[in-house]
T-cell receptor
Framework: DAGVIQSPRHEVTEMGQEVTLRCKPI?????LFWYRQTMMRGLELLIY????????DSGMPEDRFSAKMPNASFSTLKIQPSEPRDSAVYFC????????????FGPGTRLTVT | KNQVEQSPQSLIILEGKNCTLQ??????????LRWYKQDTGRGPVSLTI?????NTKSNGRYTATLDADTKQSSLHITASQLSDSASYIC???????????FGGGTRVLVKP
């Protein structure tokens, strides 16, 4: 299995631009999570989906952030417009069923907003 | 205040030595506690998961302990290797759900 796939691995953009991060979960997994990691705040859950439905988006910072999961094998996290404080590493993780729900993380996307 | 506190923030050890990392949590109701290893530039990888009824679990040279009464956990690394240099993150899951609460991590550097 290829594991969780994220693209791009690195993204540099200017403030105000739209940024789209992509994630392909492990085949057969039914839960998908988006996390953000910074030096100051560590790892934070942004949103998670179960069976393609958003379950908890309380961690999404503000309306500039949106996430979609149109099918079981693809999800996007969009930031529009981007700001320098959005600079971070964004991780996608997936899991399947059986408690205690082991989560498998992707390699992350390092986003730099200048 | 973070519901998962880790100590120390960082430590340096010599190759071959042992070390112990600490994790205190206040997350409630408790479901399970995980230790993740995160190499620089990579995503976290699970080392152990312990539920309420488990008080120790090993994964090779890594041994985690859990005291659910005092809400404390430790991760012991035996005979450290250079490849153990990484951040180790304690993560606690609330009951009935997938949501994880992350500690700030302990950065371990193993020197030859």
């Amino acid at each position: 299995d290829a594991g969780v796939i994220q693209s791009p691995r690195h993204e540099v953009t200017e403030m105000g631009q739209e940024v789209t991060l992509r994630c392909k979960p492990i085949s057969g997994h039914n839960s998908l999570f988006w996390y953000r990691q910074t030096m100051m705040r560590g790892l934070e859950l942004l949103i998670y989906f179960n069976n393609n439905v958003p379950i908890d988006d309380s961690g999404m910072p503000e309306d500039r952030f949106s996430a979609k999961m149109p099918n079981a094998s693809f999800s996007t996290l969009k930031i529009q417009p981007s700001e320098p404080r959005d600079s971070a590493v964004y991780f996608c993780a997936s899991s399947f069923g059986v408690h205690p729900y082991e989560q498998y993380f992707g390699p992350g996307t390092r986003l730099t907003v200048t | 205040k973070n519901q998962v506190e880790q100590s120390p923030q960082s430590l340096i050890i010599l190759e071959g030595k042992n070390c112990t990392l600490q994790c205190n949590y206040t997350v409630s109701p408790f479901s399970n506690l995980r230790w993740y290893k995160q190499d620089t530039g990579r995503g976290p990888v699970s080392l152990t998961i312990m539920t309420f009824s488990e008080n120790t679990k090993s994964n090779g040279r890594y041994t985690a302990t859990l005291d659910a009464d005092t809400k404390q956990s430790s991760l012991h690394i035996t005979a450290s290797q250079l490849s153990d240099s990484a951040s180790y993150i304690c993560v606690v899951s609330k009951a009935a759900g997938n949501k994880l609460t992350f500690g700030g991590g302990t950065r371990v550097l193993v020197k030859p």
